[in-house]
Nanobody, 123 residues
Framework: QLQLVESGGGLVQPGGSLRLSCAAS????????IGWFRQAPGKEREGVLC????????NGADSVKGRFTISRDNAGNTVYLQMNSLKPEDTAVYYC????????????????WGQGTQVTVSS
């Protein structure tokens, strides 16, 4: 069974850091682009960052530039989202999703999604 499982979310104070993980099972991430998306209450889902099958990184939300980074560990079949200098407006459910080869900002064309992990930034 193909599955993506996010982990690493939680409650953090403004200025803090979290590292989210997206672990794949039932298939290998080789050949897939992996995107991180987020959705805050009452808002549309937005792309955060994406990494292609060849390791090219694509920025999503301007608000995370310089603070979030994405990396992949193909051997471990896991993708990471390192989030630094977190702000209250980063509060959202974070999802990872995969599609073949190339990144896209269009969430609808991703093939598989994880269940999401909650990130709450609050003092």
């Amino acid at each position: 069974q193909l599955q993506l499982v996010e982990s690493g979310g939680g409650l953090v104070q403004p200025g803090g850091s979290l590292r989210l993980s997206c672990a794949a099972s039932g298939f290998t991430l080789d050949g897939y682009a992996i995107g991180w998306f987020r959705q805050a209450p009452g808002k549309e889902r937005e792309g955060v960052l994406c990494i292609s099958s060849r390791g090219s990184r694509t920025n999503g939300a301007d608000s995370v530039k310089g603070r979030f980074t994405i990396s992949r560990d193909n051997a471990g079949n896991t993708v990471y989202l390192q989030m630094n200098s977190l702000k209250p407006e980063d509060t959202a459910v974070y999802y990872c999703a995969v599609r073949r080869y190339y990144c896209s900002g269009d969430a609808q064309i991703y093939d598989y999604w994880g269940q999401g992990t909650q990130v709450t930034v609050s003092s």
